[in-house]
């Protein structure tokens, strides 16, 4: 029996960030998973949550659960990331003055998101998008 | 399972079923039933939000009466910081407090004692390695609850210094003790309460952090007494010496109170449950890294904003922020160094217990059958308006989901829901009139069938 839990996030959409990652915790208590990995999961959904506001065009979170494993996937139309070893150096950030003055764009997504998560794939084309897939061992 | 004891109440003959209170209730604990009222035990945290909002005043807190103090030879009130809110800043501490020692007591010592002791100490407790950042204050019960219910992940966080009414409690025993005039069990020590929450904390043994050195024996409402303590305040005698306490300890009755002990951390202090909650999703997502101690506090205001007060929070904050200006200029009170560590290094402001999570029951324990039951909440959701009108007795569409989902509930105690079923009944009740049947006679027609 598997489950899945879909998103969509737009661009720029800093009011309602934080809500897909909130209900994804809610959802994870009730289907009776343990609060560590669903601590873990809520951190880097919410990383992906906001970095789909920050840099991409928009794009979709999708959660699926599994009787033993939990995949988060967030995957954007956007700008892709050039250099992904760069991107996954802790503190570097593409992010502009104006997110980062809202505290946003420190640069520890997705090394945050790759310390969260048991499994972490990520796959980013110029001018196209990124995807990332994460999974949780249950 | 420990046993969940709680102080707010529904007064039956009040509630009139209204579901005023379904929504108010940050953790969903209460449903209407039968036309009345019912919380949900093992969800409610005392927070007070449906005592404010009842238009009939059906729910209340259970605290104690006054007369209770008459069980002891030796009685001790010890009155929460909020209570020097309650009154115009032209009554002296003294004078407020020689009124309530007027009630019947043999010795008034302010929570705010208390308070200035632990306030001191955390700076010796934020170091204590087995936290993670952020800190989380444990002075207000209602949101350490929260904590429990909504955010598991975070109980580790949970300061474990005891809150400032135990430290009175037990400073005031030990000192009664050393003294020698009275047996342990013969004196009796009185919170005077601000809140339902704090209430619960002193009456409900399971979720005690004292033990018999630190007891306190019962919580009197400041409203129920209020009206005896004014009329006290103009003819008492006023003892001098009966209030020591620092303008930053009273200060603990407002919400930011207990952060300006750690003036050099990066501190947040959040007052009203919602917002409470609002920030704590941040902290759980990992979003507020930078923060070093959160003080979250279930009231407007903080303590000054509890349900059992008399005084409005505003004006008491005001009356508050007074007094500390004014003491500020000319206090001399002061609390040596040596004497709260030589009290934090013997382990008496330590709660023994580790704070454990109480989350919210799964949909079902094998989580196949759980994520079926999720599909099925889903399919129902659907179905219903969206509203979240409450008029089926639960808080929300989704809530009435689970509930019946859960057993609990019904589709058509949804009142948009009936209404379409009666809608399609009328329906074919109408048809049923039309049309007639083949062997039945017709009714003052003739028969459309005629060549």
Known sequence: ?138 | MEKLLHSVYLDEEKCLGCTTCLRSCPTGAIRVRGGKAIINESKCIDCGECIRICPHHAKLAKTDPLSLINDFKYKVAIPAPAIIGQFKTKYSFENILSAIKALGFDEVVEVAYGAEVVGQALKYEYHAKRYPKPLISSACPAVVKLIQVRFPELTDNICRLKSPMAMTARLVRKRLRDEGNYKNSEIGVFFITPCAAKATMVNNPASSEYDKYDQIDGAIAIKDIYPDIVKNLNDCNIQEGIHNTTPEAFSWALSGGECEYLKNKNVLHVDGIQNVINVLDEIECGKLDTIEFFEGLACIGGCVGGCLTVENNYVAKMYIQDRAKKMKQTSTIHMPDEYVKSIYNSGMMHIKERILPRSPEPLDQDINKAIEKMKQIEILEEKLPGLDCGSCGSPGCRALAEDIVAGKAKEIDCVFVLKDRVRDLSVLTNELLQVEHPTEKPVNKKPEFSE
């Open chain 1, 1 to 138: 029996m598997s489950y899945e839990l879909s998103f969509e996030v737009e661009r720029g959409d800093f009011e309602t960030a934080g809500e897909a990652s909130r209900k994804i915790k809610r959802t994870l208590q009730q289907l009776g998973i343990s609060n560590k990995v669903i601590r873990k999961v809520s951190i880097a959904g919410y990383e992906g949550e906001m970095n789909l506001a920050i840099h991409s065009w928009g794009g979709k979170i999708v959660l699926e659960v599994g009787e033993d494993t939990l995949i988060l996937t967030i995957e954007d139309t956007g700008p892709g990331i050039k250099d992904l070893d760069l991107a996954m150096t802790e503190g570097w950030s593409t992010a502009g003055e104006e997110v980062r003055q809202m505290g946003f764009g420190a640069g520890m997504g997705l090394p945050n998101m790759k310390n969260n998560a048991d499994n972490f794939q990520i796959t980013s084309k110029i001018d196209e998008g990124t995807k990332i897939v994460m999974s949780f061992l249950v």
